[in-house]
């Protein structure tokens, strides 16, 4: 089992930076992939990036590639999302994922943390 805990959400103008990280801890080896995914109030969950424990492959939506980078501390399986140029349409609840193996990284949930871009 693995236990996902974010953090580094909060309020930001237009155009701002956030960091966000997640810490992972359990069954941290048997963890493929690494992903965070969001939701906006009445959206629907989108997936946002991922990233593989292995190679460090990363996979972007299109709407946040250019702007958000995904990376991970591999000692501590701690993946971290860079989000820059926030925009508005950012605003969501952001989760930290987990997954056994590619096709499925959302085997686990982290509690979620609030981003919100407003001037």
């Known amino acids: 089992q693995v236990q996902l805990v974010e953090s580094g959400g909060g309020l930001v103008q237009p155009g701002g930076s956030l960091r966000l990280s997640c810490a992972a801890s359990?069954?941290?080896?048997?963890?493929?992939?690494m992903g965070w995914y969001r939701q906006a109030p009445g959206k629907q969950r989108e997936l946002v990036a991922t990233v593989l424990t292995r190679g460090g492959v990363t996979n972007y939506a299109d709407s946040v590639k250019g702007r958000f980078t995904i990376s991970k501390d591999s000692a501590k399986y701690t993946p971290y999302l860079q989000m820059n140029s926030l925009k508005p349409e950012d605003t969501a609840v952001y989760y930290c994922?987990?997954?056994?193996?590619?096709?499925?990284?959302?085997?686990?949930w982290g509690q979620g943390t609030q981003v919100t871009v407003s001037s």
């Open positions: 359990g069954s941290i080896f048997s963890i493929y992939v």
């Open positions: 994922t987990a997954g056994l193996v590619l096709e499925r990284p959302s085997d686990y």
